[in-house]
C-alpha cells in the first residue's frame, strides 16, 4: 500500500493540473470576453441584427401559422356544429335515416342553398346564402343577433352585408323565392359559418319549416341538409359517421368529425404558412452570410488585440474561446430578441389586421416554433461564424503584428467537419418541422445548391478578372482591381447579392403573377350570371325573362345533377385506405352532366365521343387530368352513385377543358340514355352587357322566383380579397428579406474596411478626389450587380414559377416590367448601400492610417 500510494498521486497530479489550468484558461477567456466586449463590441450589432431579423421571421410565421391552427381546433365543434356532422346532397334524411341518428344522441337538422332575395319596397335582387335550420339549431355554440331576434315563423335574419346591400332593417319585408318573409333580425356571428365553407353570398336565415313556403326545393334542385349530432361523452364520432355510411350505402351519405371541420381552410393556412416558412428560411440563409461577413470584419478589427494574447503566452484555444464567448453573447441577445418579435406576432396581427383574417388567432405562446426558430438561428450563426473564428486560431502573431493582408485559405478538415455536421443539424430540422417535407427538403437542397455555385462563380469571378488585361482608364483598373486583390470579399458578396437578388426577383414574380391572378380571373368571355335551380320546363320562360332585359343576350344551358364516383375498376373507393394525389374527383359530390356532342371550351384527347343520339349502355368521359391522378384509360369502367342509384359506365372519351373562362365546365360527362331519367335540372350561362345586370336580375326574379341567379362578379370579387390578402403575406415576407440583404451588403462593406481605408489613403497622397475614392466604390458595385443580374434572373424567375404554379395552382403571369425595376432597385440600392458604407474611409487622415497600418 505504501509503495501504490505515491503512484497514484504522482499520476493524478498532472491531470490535476491539466484540469486547473483548463479551468483557468476558460475563466480567463470568459473575463478577457466581457471586457473586451464591454470597450469594443459595436462590431458585432451587425450579427445581432441578422440573427434578429431571421429569427423573427421564422418564429412570427410560425407562431402565427400556429396560433389560427391551435384556434381552428379549439373551435372544431363549434364550427362543425356537433361531434358529427351527417350531409346529404339533393335530398332530406328520411324517417329511418333520422331515428338512427337520433338514437346515438342529440340532432339538429339544417339545409343550404343559393337563392335570390328581393325587398319587396322594391329594388335589384341579390344572391343570398340561404340557410334553413330547425328550433335545436344550434347544438353548441349560439348565433349572436346585431339588433332584432332569432328568426319565428314567417321570418328571416339577414347577415350585415345583406342588411347593408338591400337596404333592410328589422321588420323589412323580404321576398325569397315564393315566400314572402319579415326580417327578424341582422346577424352579428353565426356559429358554424366556418365550418360550412366557401359562400358565394351574404346569410340568410329562417325556420326549417317555412323551406316549403319558398318554393325552392324542386326536382333536380342543388341543396345540402345537414345533420349535427352531440355524442355522449367517450363516443368515437368518426367510428359512428362510419357506421351510418354502411348502413345507409350508396344513398350519398358523408360524415365529418370535428377534427376536419374547415379542412379546406386549414389547408389553406398551412399551405400558406409553408410557403412563407420557405421565405423565411431563406431571409435566415441571407442573414447567415451576413453573419460571416459581420464576424470577420470583427475578428479582423482585433488583430492587435490577438496579436497581444499571443505574444503574453495566450493560446489560440484560450483566444477561440474568448471570442467565442463573445459571439455566443451577441448571438444569444439577437437570437432572444428575434423570439421575442415572433411570439409577439399573433398579438400585433390580430390588433392590426384582425378583421382580415379568417379566424381570430388563439393567443398563447407557441414554444414549437419559437424553439425551432432558435435552434435554426443559433446552428446559422455558427456555421457561418466558424470559418471566421478558425482563420483568427490559425494565424501566427507575427503575421497578425504585421497587419498583412493574407490569401483565405481552405478551412482544416476539423473546421470543414464541424461545418458538415452543422449543416446537416441544420437541414434536418428545417426539413422534419416542415409540413410539406419533400417541398421543404428540396427548398433546401436547391438553397444549397444556390450558395455552392455562387461560392465558385465568386472564385471564378477572382480568376478571370485577374488574368484579363488591364484597363487604362485608372478608376475602372482600380475597381476591378478591388475585386480580385488579396483579402477581397467578392465570392461572399457573390453568395450574398446572389442569393438577395435572387430572392427579390422570386418575390416580385411572385407577388405581380397573384395580382395578375386577379385581374384575370373574370376574363372578358366568362358568363355575367350562372343561373341554378332551373327546371327543364321553365327554360323557355326564362330565354324569354332574360331576353326582355337583355335582347342580346346568349344563354347556355346544360342538365345538371350531382353524383360521386364510388368505384373504380371495380375496387369500392369506400375501401381504399388512401386517395391517389390529385383525386380531387373522388372527394364527396360533383356535378355531373350529360351531352350528345362534345362540350364548348373542352377538346377530346383520348378516345372518342359517342354519337349525339347514343341510346346505348351508359359511357363517360373525364377530364383528362382527373383521369390521369386515378390512374384510369379509355375503356376502364367507374360507377358513379346518383341519387342513391350506382350507375356504372365505361370510359369513352378523355377530355382537356379550358377552365380558365369560367364557363360551364364538367369533370364528369354522362351519354344520353339512363342518367336522363334521373331528376335534374338545369344550370344556364348567361351571357349579356354589364350595363344589363340589375335588369336581368329583376326580370327572372319576377318571372321565376325559385331561379337563383349568381353573379359572376360578387364570385371574383371574393378570390380577389383572398389572392390580395396572400399577396399582402408575400409583401410582408419580402420586407424581412429586403432587410436582411441590406444588412448583409453593410457586413460585406465592413469586412473590407481595412482594406478600403488603405486604397482611400493611397488614392488620397497621389492626389485623388473624394468623388474619384467614390467613384471606384461604385464602379465596383455596379460591375459585380450586373454580372450577378442575370443569373438572379434566371434563379428567381425560375423559383417564382414554381411556388405560383405548383404550390399556389395558379397561372404563371408575371409583369416582367415590374420584375426588371425590382432588379434595377436592387442594384442601385447595392450601389448606394456600398458607396455610403464607404464614406467613414473619407474622413481618415493619411498621418492616422499610415501610424496604423
Not at 111 to 118: D, G, H, I, K, L
Not at 240 to 267: H, I, M, P, Y
Not at 275 to 280: I, K, P, Q
Not at 298 to 316: D, E, N, P, Q
Amino acid at each position: 500500500m505504501s509503495v501504490k500510494t505515491p503512484l497514484r498521486l504522482r499520476s493524478a497530479a498532472p491531470q490535476d493540473e491539466r484540469r486547473n489550468g483548463a479551468a483557468t484558461g476558460i475563466a480567463l477567456a470568459w473575463r478577457l470576453a466581457l471586457r473586451d466586449l464591454r470597450r469594443g463590441g459595436r462590431g458585432l450589432l451587425l450579427l445581432a441584427l441578422c440573427l434578429f431579423l431571421g429569427t423573427a421571421a421564422l418564429a412570427g410565421i410560425g407562431s402565427l401559422s400556429a396560433s389560427m391552427l391551435a384556434a381552428l381546433d379549439a373551435q372544431g365543434r363549434q364550427m362543425l356544429g356537433g361531434d358529427l356532422e351527417m350531409r346529404v346532397s339533393q335530398r332530406r334524411a328520411t324517417v329511418e335515416e333520422l331515428a338512427a341518428f337520433a338514437g346515438v344522441g342529440r340532432v339538429s337538422e339544417s339545409v343550404t342553398m343559393r337563392a335570390m332575395a328581393e325587398p319587396v319596397a322594391g329594388g335589384a335582387p341579390a344572391l343570398v346564402d340561404l340557410k334553413a335550420v330547425d328550433v335545436t339549431w344550434p347544438l353548441i355554440g349560439r348565433l349572436t343577433m346585431a339588433e332584432g331576434q332569432r328568426p319565428r315563423g314567417a321570418q328571416v335574419a339577414v347577415g350585415q352585408a345583406l342588411a347593408d346591400r338591400l337596404g333592410l332593417r328589422v321588420g323589412s319585408a323580404l321576398r325569397i323565392g315564393t315566400a314572402r318573409l319579415t326580417v327578424s333580425g341582422v346577424v352579428a356571428d353565426e356559429p358554424d359559418a366556418l365550418g360550412e365553407g366557401f359562400a358565394l353570398g351574404p346569410r340568410a336565415i329562417l325556420d326549417l319549416a317555412q323551406l316549403d313556403r319558398t318554393g325552392l326545393i324542386q326536382p333536380g334542385s342543388l341543396y345540402e341538409a345537414r345533420y349535427r349530432l352531440v355524442l355522449p361523452p367517450g363516443a368515437d364520432a368518426g367510428a359512428v359517421g362510419e357506421r351510418f355510411e354502411r348502413r345507409f350505402t350508396n344513398q350519398g351519405w358523408t360524415s365529418r368529425t370535428a377534427d376536419l371541420a374547415a379542412r379546406g381552410l386549414r389547408s389553406g393556412i398551412g399551405q400558406l404558412g409553408q410557403f412563407l416558412l420557405l421565405v423565411g428560411l431563406a431571409a435566415l440563409a441571407i442573414a447567415g452570410v451576413g453573419v460571416g461577413s459581420g464576424v470577420a470584419a470583427y475578428l479582423a478589427g482585433k488583430t492587435r488585440i490577438i496579436a497581444t494574447l499571443k505574444v503574453l503566452g495566450a493560446r489560440s484555444a484560450t483566444i477561440a474561446a474568448m471570442f467565442l464567448a463573445q459571439l455566443g453573447l451577441v448571438a444569444a441577445a439577437g437570437i432572444i430578441g428575434g423570439l421575442i418579435l415572433g411570439a409577439a406576432v399573433p398579438w400585433l396581427v390580430a390588433g392590426v389586421a384582425g378583421d382580415a383574417l379568417p379566424i381570430p388567432p388563439r393567443l398563447a405562446l407557441y414554444p414549437a416554433p419559437l424553439a425551432t426558430a432558435a435552434a435554426l438561428g443559433l446552428l446559422a450563426s455558427l456555421l457561418f461564424a466558424l470559418p471566421a473564428l478558425a482563420r483568427a486560431r490559425a494565424v501566427p502573431a507575427a503575421t497578425l503584428l504585421r497587419d498583412a493582408l493574407a490569401e483565405r485559405r481552405l478551412p482544416t478538415w476539423r473546421v470543414a467537419s464541424a461545418m458538415m455536421a452543422l449543416l446537416a443539424a441544420l437541414v434536418a430540422l428545417a426539413v422534419l418541422t416542415a409540413r410539406d417535407r419533400p417541398l421543404a427538403l428540396g427548398f433546401v437542397a436547391a438553397t444549397g445548391a444556390l450558395v455552392a455555385a455562387l461560392w465558385l462563380i465568386g472564385l471564378g469571378i477572382r480568376r478571370l478578372l485577374a488574368r484579363l488585361p488591364r484597363p487604362r482608364r485608372p478608376l475602372l483598373r482600380l475597381a476591378l482591381a478591388n475585386l480580385y486583390r488579396p483579402g477581397a470579399q467578392t465570392d461572399r458578396l457573390v453568395v450574398a447579392l446572389g442569393l438577395g437578388f435572387s430572392l427579390f426577383v422570386a418575390l416580385a414574380a411572385i407577388d405581380t403573377s397573384l395580382g395578375s391572378a386577379m385581374e384575370s380571373t373574370a376574363p372578358a368571355k366568362a358568363p355575367r350570371f350562372f343561373a341554378i335551380d332551373l327546371q327543364p320546363e321553365d327554360a323557355p320562360a326564362f330565354r324569354a325573362a332574360v331576353a326582355s332585359a337583355a335582347p342580346a343576350a346568349r344563354i347556355e344551358a346544360t342538365p345538371s345533377l350531382r353524383g360521386s364516383i364510388v368505384a373504380l375498376k371495380g375496387q369500392r373507393v369506400a375501401d381504399m385506405k388512401t386517395l391517389p394525389e390529385g383525386a380531387w374527383v373522388l372527394r364527396g359530390d360533383r356535378t355531373i352532366t350529360f351531352s350528345g356532342t362534345v362540350p364548348p371550351r373542352n377538346d377530346v384527347v383520348a378516345g372518342r365521343w359517342w354519337p349525339a343520339n347514343y341510346r346505348g349502355p351508359p359511357l363517360v368521359s373525364l377530364e383528362d387530368r382527373a383521369a390521369e391522378a386515378l390512374g384510369l384509360k379509355i375503356g376502364d369502367q367507374i360507377t358513379v352513385a346518383v341519387l342513391g342509384v350506382e350507375v356504372p359506365a365505361r370510359i369513352a372519351a378523355l377530355r382537356k377543358i379550358d377552365w380558365g373562362g369560367l364557363g360551364l365546365n364538367f369533370a364528369i360527362v354522362f351519354s344520353p340514355g339512363l342518367i336522363e331519367e334521373a331528376p335534374h335540372s338545369l344550370l344556364a350561362g348567361v351571357y349579356t352587357p354589364p350595363a344589363s345586370d340589375g335588369a336581368v336580375a329583376r326580370a327572372v326574379g319576377t318571372a321565376l322566383p325559385s331561379v337563383t341567379l349568381i353573379r359572376v362578379g360578387d364570385v371574383i370579387g371574393q378570390l380577389g380579397d383572398i389572392l390580395a390578402k396572400v399577396a399582402l403575406a408575400v409583401r410582408v415576407a419580402a420586407a424581412v428579406t429586403v432587410a436582411a440583404g441590406i444588412a448583409v451588403l453593410v457586413g460585406a462593406v465592413a469586412a473590407s474596411a481595412r482594406a478600403r481605408r488603405a486604397d482611400a489613403v493611397i488614392l488620397k497622397l497621389v492626389g485623388g478626389t473624394r468623388a474619384q475614392v467614390l467613384g471606384v466604390q461604385a464602379i465596383e458595385y455596379a460591375l459585380l450587380a450586373l454580372l450577378l443580374a442575370l443569373l438572379a434572373l434566371t434563379v428567381g424567375a425560375g423559383a417564382a414559377w414554381y411556388v405560383v404554379t405548383a404550390v399556389f395552382k395558379l397561372p404563371w403571369a408575371p409583369d416582367w416590367s415590374a420584375v426588371a425595376a425590382t432588379l434595377a432597385a436592387s442594384i442601385a440600392v447595392t450601389m448606394t448601400v456600398g458607396v455610403l458604407g464607404n464614406l467613414p474611409v473619407l474622413r481618415v487622415r493619411p498621418a492616422e492610417a499610415l501610424r496604423d497600418g
